[in-house]
């Protein structure tokens, strides 16, 4: 029934700021961008190794009230190294949310709050490498 992630929706109240911030994170440009009559509404990434789409929409059009602190569902992205990516995100400027923590040997998570109030998880697991080795035909790392 459910066959793998679509598009993963985040939301900031400055959407120019939070463009700038993940172009930079992500070292690249939003394939998609739609304003709604003027400023922009929503733009939209393909990420990582199956090319997920992460969206930013502009919280004017959230279908819910914000809650008062960030929580709930948390996506990890899969990372290489999550100290370093830990750090990084740190530097530009996302507070911590999870510290790093060994769950069970090979997975390693940690999670931040990016600066416009959403969670933003990070993982190494060994899972994620075997199924991406098993599309690709390649060694798991």
Avoid: C
Wanted: glycine share 10%.
């Amino acid at each position: 029934m459910l066959r793998g992630f679509s598009t993963i929706s985040l939301f900031a109240e400055d959407i120019q700021a939070a463009k700038h911030w993940y172009t930079d994170l992500l070292g690249l440009e939003p394939y998609f961008e739609r304003p709604v009559d003027g400023p922009l509404a929503y733009v939209e990434f393909r990420v990582g190794d199956y090319q997920h789409e992460l969206g930013i929409i502009d919280s004017r059009y959230a279908p819910h009230v914000p809650p008062p602190a960030p929580g709930g569902v948390v996506l990890y992205w899969h990372v290489d190294d999550v100290e370093t990516t830990l750090e990084t995100l740190l530097a530009k400027g996302a507070r911590e949310h999870e510290a790093l923590t060994v769950r069970e040997e090979g997975f390693v998570t940690a999670s931040v709050i990016d600066p416009f109030g959403n969670v933003l998880g990070i993982m190494k697991s060994p899972h994620y490498l075997d199924v991406l080795a098993g599309f690709s035909g390649r060694e798991p790392a």
